[in-house]
């Protein structure tokens, strides 16, 4: 048995960072359409184009700040990241108008794909390979948790210029926790020519980017489409984000304990679930409770494929592998958002759903290639000795 490292002070520290620094993007967030449409007089496609530029940015960011985390090391790239959002919050403050947005919102694209990617990579070194899907259940709970308490923040605070400050306060704090957290990472020296997209990751990348076409469904259409049957749609959307915090935190080790396909296909089945009651349109109890049911299945196929993709790779490619695979999600979120709007407006809301329900069964069908048994596949104590040799 190799004994791995306690969750210690330091791990929580990052956690803790984790929340502070996307609990400044959701403070200021809401508030972004209102000051550039009212405030700045901007029209409503300039609103799009604001708010739109972040995923770009995030998107193209992931290709960077994966190699930055593992040739720089991990603290580097969580540091840049938390800086980047401190200055995008200084970004919606200076006097620019709406080219203070614009500059605003890609600091926070390039931020957030840095903060992401460093503290994943960062929790699976100090957790261990064999608590990957714990750890990042953890790193993926301070996540949900600060972009959800975030919005409710923002409103409180009232003003766009309170939330824009909080996110400078917020992200400067956490940058400073972090910067006292030690890293015991070494970075390895990378010979030859780096691929962009590794063919080993790109099932992967697939099977997480089909899982996540119903995010766009979920956050644009299910308000919309419960106003008809009791209009649950507000309480059920708190429900899907409850039970995604919840499960991630108190079950995101799952995948480490059972095999990751079985957390991986149970977790597509509760999606499916709950997004054909939900396509039907169901009265406020059973809509609330499909939406809880999505929401706890939606919290294993990520963890289940980065974890098992974690441990087939070195430790010093696995920010570059959580950087390919963020910008699966990014791809799909955004290409889906597109299509499902299409799709609502032709169809109506319930082939929406149907059409995320759909993008299910294709994840179910890249994730055979990425939890076949695989022979030239070291066994994950394997793999956590050679690196732990590898870091001295």
């Known amino acids: 048995m190799v004994s791995r490292p306690p969750l210690g002070a330091g791990f929580w520290a990052l956690i803790g960072a984790t929340f502070l620094g996307f609990l400044g993007i959701g403070t200021a967030l809401p508030a972004i359409g209102p000051h550039v449409r009212h405030d700045l007089g901007g029209s409503d496609q300039t609103v799009g184009f604001v708010v739109g530029i972040f995923s770009f940015v995030a998107l193209a960011s992931r290709f960077v700040s994966g190699p930055l985390a593992d040739r720089r ?126 063919k080993v990751l790109v099932p992967s990348g697939l099977a997480v980017g089909f899982v996540n076409v119903h995010y766009p469904v979920i956050t644009g259409f299910l308000v919309l489409h419960l106003a008809r049957f009791g209009n649950s749609g507000p309480t059920a959307f708190s429900a899907y984000a409850l039970l995604i915090l919840l499960s991630r935190f108190f079950l995101g080790g799952l995948p480490d304990r059972i095999h990751p396909s079985i957390t991986y296909y149970g977790g597509l089945v509760a999606m499916a679930l709950g997004l054909g009651v939900l396509a039907v349109g169901p009265p406020p109890a059973l809509a609330i409770s499909a939406a809880a049911v999505l929401g706890f299945g939606f919290s294993f196929p990520w963890s289940s494929t980065a974890a098992r993709v974690l441990q087939k790779i070195p430790s010093g490619e696995r920010g570059s592998a959580l950087g390919v695979l963020s910008a699966f999600v990014d791809l799909f979120v955004g290409v889906s958002s597109f299509v499902a709007g299409a799709v609502a407006k032709h169809f109506g809301y319930s082939a929406a759903f149907v059409l995320a329900a759909l993008a299910l069964a294709a994840a179910a069908a890249a994730g055979r290639f990425v939890f076949r048994p695989d022979g030239a596949t070291a066994d994950a104590a394997e793999v956590e000795v050679r690196d732990e040799c590898v870091m001295g």
């Open 73 to 198: 090391g991990r603290k580097i790239a969580t540091l840049a990241g938390l800086l980047s959002c401190s200055l995008a919050g200084a970004a919606y403050l200076a006097p620019l108008g709406i080219a203070g947005m614009y500059l605003g919102r890609t600091l926070q694209g390039f931020g957030e794909a840095c903060l992401y990617t460093g503290a994943a990579a960062w929790a699976v070194e100090v957790a261990g390979i064999q608590r990957s899907g714990q750890a990042l259940g953890y790193v993926s709970s301070g996540i949900w948790g600060g972009i959800s308490t975030g919005p409710a923040l923002g409103q409180w605070l009232g003003t766009f210029e309170r939330a824009a400050f909080t996110q400078l306060i917020a992200a400067l704090l956490a940058f400073a926790i972090v910067f006292w957290v030690p890293e015991h990472y070494k970075p390895e020296p990378h010979a030859g020519q780096r691929r962009w997209i590794p």
